[in-house]
């Protein structure tokens, strides 16, 4: 993967992170949905900032995740996308406040162990 391509991806990966930060910013706001509520909740969505922007963040996303795939293997590109859920997790931590358990720290590193053997080519 060439540097530009490495851009792609990183550029895919962030928006996704971002996205997914808006979005809860904007659930928080949005408040629990229940069955009475739910539809009402639905309507408001374009109403809340918060929300419009996660998904235009994810729209952007997924538009450099295209891009990324005209040039680069589904099979390398696929499971490298993974890398957001080590990234939503840290988000999760230092933004939100979210504690990460034992349990999910190891499974982080397994997922970044997994992109990295995914990703790795040998020089020939």
Known sequence: ???????????????SVAGQYFLKTGALKLGKVSAENAISHILSIIT???L?????????GAIAYILILTRVNLSIVGPSIALSYVFSVILGYFVFREMIP???VIGLGLIVCGVVLVVWQKSS
Do not use: D, H, N, T
């Not at 060439?2 to 990966?13: A, D, T, V, Y």
């Open 48 to 50: 809340i900032p918060e």
């Open 1 to 15: 993967m060439i540097l530009q391509e490495f851009g792609l991806l990183l550029m895919s990966i962030l928006a």
């Open 102 to 104: 034992f349990e999910r």
């Open 52 to 60: 419009v922007i996660g998904l235009m963040c994810y729209a952007l």
